[in-house]
């Protein structure tokens, strides 16, 4: 037991300079950069296991995912494009918008529709939330095996339930897009931290 903990403990000595320099560089990476190099079943898998490492309240393990490669991507991406087509008022569609609804996933490497899995356990939000950590952890791991990626969450995700057989107690909040890329290291856009935090004592 002493042998194990001082193993992690030796472990956690040596990580936090690198998680911090992987969260502080990880940026959103869209299909423009993306490369053709493939994804590798084994950072596939990394990226998997890291968003299943994500915290959870009375362990209900929310996130599920599913995973687009290949063809896939065709069929998501025609899917994609029939939704935007169907559910767009004729006087706001748009033929290259449609277009571009299924390039979003024939331009990527591979695509994870991001689906909450409600066990009715504990309050919604908190498997919202347990979720959207599992999402930073594959956005953290991907970037942290030279992989990017973003966080895709256009209004017609409502509309996927049927194509990707979700459960009545299931629902997509997103697709994942992920390519290895050659974008260059950028600043985040943010304001500073002192604007959104109270000190107190
Ligand atoms: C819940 C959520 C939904 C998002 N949806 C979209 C989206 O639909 N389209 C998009 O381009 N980016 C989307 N993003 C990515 C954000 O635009 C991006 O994180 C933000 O611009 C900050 O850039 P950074 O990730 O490089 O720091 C989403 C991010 C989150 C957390």
Redesign the pocket.
């Known amino acids: 037991m002493l042998a194990k903990k001082n193993l992690v403990q030796q472990q956690l000595k040596n990580m936090p300079n690198e998680i911090l320099k992987t969260i502080r560089t990880?940026?959103?990476?869209?299909q423009n950069s993306f490369t053709n190099e493939p994804i590798s079943k084994e950072d596939l898998l990394s990226v998997l296991e890291a968003a299943n490492a994500a915290p959870t309240h009375k362990r209900t393990q929310p996130w599920r995912f599913v995973v687009f490669q290949n063809d896939g991507l065709n069929r998501l991406g025609n899917e994609l494009s029939r939704i935007y087509k169907a559910i767009t008022p004729s006087e706001k569609y748009n033929a290259i918008t449609e277009e571009n609804m299924g390039k979003k996933a024939t331009m990527s490497t591979v695509a994870i529709a991001i689906i909450v899995n409600y066990s009715g356990d504990v309050p919604e939000w908190e498997e919202l939330a347990a979720t959207?950590c599992s999402?930073q952890n594959i956005?953290l791991a991907a970037h942290a095996i030279g992989l990017g990626g973003?966080?895709?969450?256009?209004g017609l995700i409502n509309h996927l339930g049927p194509f990707l057989s979700l459960e009545d107690n299931q629902k997509c909040?997103?697709i994942f897009y992920m390519g290895h890329h050659n974008s260059e290291v950028?600043d985040?856009?943010?304001s500073p931290i002192e604007e959104k935090v109270r000190w107190e004592g």
Do not use: Q, T
């Open positions: 990880r940026r959103s990476v869209n959207a999402v956005w973003y966080w895709a969450s256009p909040i997103g950028r985040p856009v943010r």
